[in-house]
């Protein structure tokens, strides 16, 4: 039986990030946590590479461009969708995930979905490192995994 490894070893790793401004008191702590994560899985802040755009629903446009650059090894995309009163949330996540879902699947270099789709801002706050950690570490290291295990198949 061969049985793959997993490594958190981010040294050499170029990643991209995209992140969404819209909900940006959310975006900007999980993006923090992102490359605060890196830098400690060996990934040189030089080779970390941050594109703003202006809410979730452009992250896949923007993630699409960093994949086809073939500038990077990896590609996260941070994002935030708080539900409202109306019915713009479901198009909003269902575009937003669906499209970078897509990329990954593609499977040409990992694209990490770190999209929150929460009710409230306070969940949102929560999950970005008020309570329950921040998943932009998590989110982190995930792309650093997966840069490896994809070395390896």
Known sequence: MNEIKNSLNGSGMKIGIAV???NEVVTD?????AVRQLETLGVSSKDITVAHVPGAFELPGICRRMVD???FDA??????VI???TGHYDV???ASTGGVAKLA???KIPVILGILTTDTVDQAMNRAGLKAGNLGCSWASTAVEMVNLYKEV
Do not use: T
């Open 83 to 85: 539900r409202g009163e």
């Open 92 to 94: 909003v996540v269902n």
């Open 29 to 33: 702590r999980l993006l923090d946590g």
């Open 20 to 22: 969404a401004r819209f």
């Open 105 to 107: 699947a593609e499977g």
């Open 75 to 80: 590609v996260i995309a941070l994002g935030a």
């Open 69 to 71: 650059s073939e500038k």
